[in-house]
């Protein structure tokens, strides 16, 4: 026998249970599951605005006073000299430090004791809200769970218990005051808006202008400090330096004295001496080659002869015009003269022109012996040059060599005029600054101002209504889809037939409406301790109503739920048409699921079509269609299986639609139940039904827990797997027929048990024929499928 039209080959498909291979985003899935999700979302929302009311409801108002404070750094330049000290701006930095100072503990503090705060019951119990409460009381809680053992009061006196009890209540007081007060730098300007925020508007302007005014004493009360602080070392400071130059001072004098190093205009002695020795030997120097070059140029002229030296000019370059030998040399150019005039006009042996002649003569002998004689004075003049620089030599040469004596002394003596005068700066600089801290001290002035006082406010600040309604709906939408997200991601459930071509690969029958309630309408369970009466009553009526579960198909034969089966008969039937009694096995993956009534159904419809129909119960660990159909026997399919005989005389039938039934009976602990189904009996046990019945419909044990369905899937012709909607997982389904492929390949079809009609079009795709169940509707006579209770 084939079966072609259902091709399994034991896998399943490619993609795992509920992704899709499309790279684009599904938008149309995006919307169902907004959708879907969307009650949850406006729900979560609806929650989130009524807790935002209730908040708004419960919190007192708080009111906001402001005060705003200028950091001025040119505040300080009163007592400094405009011209010389530049304007220091403040960086980002040196405004957020005082922003800290701004809500240190010591500020506050100060506001704390100036205001008595302590003593302020307003401030020290002011009105919280209801979630302040409720997180307050978690806190002492754990506060109390978290703490360790004191020490008895009884180890303190009363003055120091109550020193302690201030001291906690100050401190209570001053992290109260922290916690509300907020510092914050206006823009990119050097202002600080100052708040602080309290239930009480009055008490919140107060709090504010005493932590301004608190902040100004601060800053007094810091500059005046550092000034003392400065004042109190530049004195200390002062002494050391005083002391220090004046032993420096000591140890320079002492030095020079005991190593000869006096001074006189600013130079020691020694150095004037070699000064004034070394011009004079340069004077001494420059005479001798002065006289030495006169003397060499006489001696030249000198050594000439006298016929050279009366003629040479440079003889009375140097001589005054009225010496000797200047009016001799004036003479013989006169006689040289006329002598040449009457030689010329006489002729040369004029009488007059040999006199003249003569008398040249004889003033040519008196001049060159004037020669000899400047000469010779001229060479003593240098020798006493000579003599007076070699003396000058000598001396020197002696100073030197005292001087260089002297060196060593002069630098120890140099470095102790070094450290005397750095010392002296030193004690200068400091003398100044110390003079400077001094006028300061008794000047001191603030570097900031106050350009804003705080007034009492007249409207609160918070809890803002917009804003905490706006929020409540925005986090309790966020909630919703967070969980209608999560509600998605945990979405892992048979909903549609396209989940089931999908994920399966297998033939849709239909879906097969939730059709019956734990309880009847308009009752309830009995309560315990009730009377035995109404127990009674109540178990009869659970016992009708899984009754008519099992024959839906019989009392609303036009319902949806008929009609599903009825797809499930056609697929029988085209799938099996060759087979002369048709054996349908009615399996499901997991307990619950339902099959057991759609086996059921399933048999009363065909049997109402007047087919010879047998249903056999074959789940003999949990005949869960035997008990539902209400049946009582003695003896089952065990029996039937075992004595082959008599297994007609074990048949059950309904009256109504002539169905035959074959019940199951459990005896005791029975274990080897495949063993019974996989049995030579049970294959001639169905041989032979198929004689007398053209279907023969078996409600097996579910696949997942036990190997009942497997042992039978030989004497089946085909099944039906029932899957619970929104209940069984895809992946469990998936992996248990891939693990059981002959089944999988028998596989008429899967149908949908326990749809809520209701809820099913939000998971259709826009224009599947989820979306017109409404109109469909028109053609089922009967509303049973609509209720929406599981059976328990």
Known sequence: MTYASFPFDGKMPAQPPGERNDDLIDIERLLRMALRQAKVVIVCAVIGLLLGVVYLQTTPPKYTAVARVLIDEGLSRITEDAETTPLNMQSDGAVLSQIEILTSSRLAGNVVDHLRLTENENFMNPPSSLFGRIVGGLRGLVGYLRSQPEANDGDYDAETLAAMKAAATRQYAIELLQKNVVANRVGRTFVVAVAYQSHDPQLAAEITNAYADAYLSHQLDASYEASERATVWLRDRLDELRAGSQNAALEVEKYRAEHGLSASQGQLLTEQQLTELTGQLIEAQADTAKTQ???????????????????????????????????????????????????????????????LRREQAELTRSIYAQLQQLTESYRNDFEVAQARETALRRTLSDARGESAEANQSRVVLRELEQQASALSALYQTFLSRYEETQQKQSFPIAKVRVISE?????????????????????????????????????????????????????????????????????????????????????????????????????????????????????????????????????????????????????????????????????????????????????????????????????????????????????????????????????????????????HIIVDLPPLGPVVDAKAFEPCADGFVVVVEWGRTPRA??????????????????????????????????FGSSEQFLRRYSSYYLDNTETREKEPS
Do not use: C
Not at 327 to 338: A, D, H, I
């Open 293 to 355: 070059a006169r003397y060499q140029q006489y001696k030249a002229i000198v050594d000439a002869g006298s016929a050279e030296a009366v003629g040479n000019v440079a003889i009375t370059s140097d001589q005054p015009p009225t010496s000797t030998i200047a009016t001799l040399k004036e003479r013989y150019l006169n006689v040289t003269r006329r002598e040449q005039e009457i030689t010329r006009n006489y002729g040369e042996d004029h009488q007059q022109a040999v006199a």
């Open 454 to 694: 705080a007034t009492t406010p007249k409207a609160a600040t918070s809890p803002r209504t917009s804003m905490v309604l706006g929020i409540a709906l925005i986090l309790g939408g966020m909630l919703g889809g967070a969980l209608g997200a999560l509600n998605e991601f945990n979405e892992r459930f048979f909903r549609t037939g396209e989940d089931v071509r999908d994920q399966l690969g297998m033939k849709f029958l239909g879906y097969l409406p939730l059709i019956g309630r734990a309880e009847v309408k308009g009752k309830t369970p009995a309560a315990p301790g009730a009377s035995p009466d109404s127990k009674k009553a109540e178990r009869a009526t659970a016992l009708m109503e899984r009754r008519a579960r099992m024959r839906v198909t019989v009392d609303a034969p036009a319902s949806m739920f008929a009609e599903s089966l009825r797809n499930a008969k056609i697929a029988g039937d085209v799938v099996l048409q060759n087979s002369r009694s048709k054996v349908i096995g009615v399996v499901s993956v997991l307990p619950g699921e339902g099959k057991s009534t759609v086996a059921s159904n399933l048999a009363e419809l065909l049997a109402l079509n007047n087919s010879r129909t047998l249903l056999i119960d074959a789940d003999l660990r949990n005949p869960g269609l035997t008990r539902g159909l209400g049946i009582r026997s003695e003896a089952g399919l065990m029996e039937a299986v075992v004595n082959l005989q008599n297994w007609r005389s074990l048949l059950k039938h309904d009256r109504q639609t002539n169905l035959a039934i074959l019940p199951a009976v459990v005896r005791g602990q029975f274990s080897h139940t495949s063993e019974l189904l996989s049995s030579p009996g049970m294959h001639q046990l169905i041989e032979q039904a198929r004689e007398s019945f053209e």
């Open 732 to 765: 469990v389904v998936r992996s248990t027929l891939a693990s059981e492929p002959r089944i999988a390949n028998k596989v008429l079809g899967v149908v949908l048990n326990k749809v809520k009609l209701a809820s099913l079009p939000r998971y259709g795709s």
